[in-house]
């Protein structure tokens, strides 16, 4: 699928004001929010000195608010100012997350703390998320949603890879706890960023009698539980999360403590799974024309995302190299299945129950993160960590034969009309 030509359904995304405020605001954000995804567990890794244990249990952290709060937050944003929650977000989040480097000089910072941060900057984050994917739609028209989401999403793709080199040089040149110092920074821009746009945001629907917030919630899971292929794919993709976040967890610890990576290393031979995320999002739309719609859901997880075991066969030296080729693989294969596993959701459902479609099936798919890295940490405790990377890997793979034995086993494409029928 190409997108729409901006140019003739008026004016440019590069000349609106307001969109490109949101875009240049959240092109910073993202790329600290990377930074920080290396720098944090280093910070515990190398100045707390914490067990691979305490490092799952941290990077379960940054995800469980997606497992606890998800489902009410798609319901209470839709209630107030979109553009005000995502400031006051953006503030807190840069409170919360400052007081690492603070408390780091200071010389009183403690995992208790980082656990904190991470939990709480994640209900940030949430709610952000949500009001921002809501938000856009009032920004831009609905025909350059596609042009807008697209410079969006590219932006994040780059970030993944730019972000961890930055991060991983940033961590050598001022430590841990001073490259945080980026991400804070990175908020302040984004709230500011957000607070000058101009265009006025419409009031939110006045609400019937007779919705509540459980019977919203309990709508959007009943039509995700009971579809035939829909099930099967939020099904596959939660245990993909689960073990990508148990690989995660262990991998930062199998750099340094395995395979003796020097830290400031660590974000750019991470950064070479961002190099594949950027391939599948270019090739994706070709490779499932050739394949086939429907076919290259299953295949991705299958086929495609079979070298990622290459990560848990590296060794000390020039083997570290399997490292990012396995990494590599492994987002290619990811990117390819989350942009076909989206479209195919976006095709059967309803517009009335889009939003609540979307948040049932990330309370899922994002709630099984958190498990992820806590059983990342205390198998790494308990078998090894090259063993645990083994588990992550295999459960990773195996997760597409989910998809495999559903209808879409049988179906090369999927038309609308087809994926309709295949509802319950």
């Known amino acids: 699928m190409q997108d729409a030509d901006p140019e003739a359904d008026g004016p440019s995304l590069w000349r609106q004001r307001d969109f490109m405020l949101l875009w240049s605001g959240q092109t910073v954000s993202v790329m600290g929010s990377a930074v920080t995804q290396v720098a944090l567990p280093l910070v515990a890794v190398v100045a707390l000195k914490a067990s691979t244990f305490q490092v799952g249990l941290l990077t379960a952290a940054t995800t469980a608010a997606f497992a606890l709060i998800a489902l009410p937050a798609g319901a209470l944003v839709d209630r107030g100012s979109k553009r005000s929650i995502m400031i006051i977000c953006d503030l807190l989040r840069l409170l919360l997350i400052g007081s690492i480097p603070v408390a780091a000089a200071l010389g009183g910072l403690t995992m208790t703390q980082l656990y904190l941060v991470a939990l709480a900057a994640g209900v940030c984050t949430v709610f952000f998320d949500v009001s921002y994917q809501s938000y856009l739609p009032s920004l831009v028209r609905t025909e350059q949603l596609m042009d807008a989401n697209s410079k969006l999403g590219t932006t994040g793709a780059f970030s993944q890879l730019g972000g961890p080199s930055l991060g991983g040089g940033l961590v050598a040149a001022f430590g841990a706890a001073g490259a945080i110092t980026a991400d804070t920074i990175s908020y302040l821009v984004s709230a500011a960023s957000i607070f000058g746009i101009r265009k006025p945001e419409e009031p939110p629907p006045a609400r019937r009698a007779d919705q509540t917030l459980r019977s919203q919630i309990a709508e959007g899971l009943r039509f995700v539980v009971t579809h035939r292929i829909l099930r099967n794919i939020v099904g596959c993709t939660g245990i993909g999360n689960l073990f990508s976040s148990m690989n995660i967890a262990l991998m930062m610890v199998f750099l340094i403590r395995v395979l003796h990576v020097r830290p400031g290393l660590t974000g750019l031979i991470m950064a070479g799974g961002s190099i594949g995320g950027i391939a599948g999002g270019m090739l994706a739309g070709r490779l499932a024309k050739r394949i086939g719609s429907a076919r290259i859901i299953w295949m991705s997880m299958l086929v495609f995302a079979a070298p990622q075991a290459l990560s848990a066969m590296a060794w000390r030296g020039w083997g570290v190299l399997l490292v990012p080729l396995g990494w590599a693989t492994g ?76 209808p879409l086993r049988h179906m090369r494409d999927i038309p609308h009309a087809e994926a309709e029928a295949v509802a319950s």
């Open 331 to 406: 987002y290619f294969a990811m990117m390819v299945y989350n942009i076909a596993q989206l479209s195919y959701r976006q095709a059967v459902t309803p517009p009335e129950l889009m939003g609540r479609m979307n948040a049932a099936v990330r309370w899922v798919v994002w709630g099984t993160m958190p498990i992820g890295g806590i059983l990342g940490g205390l198998l790494g405790t308990v078998i090894g960590i090259r063993p645990a990377l083994w588990v992550s890997v295999i459960g990773f793979w195996a997760a597409g034969w989910l998809v495999f034995f559903s």
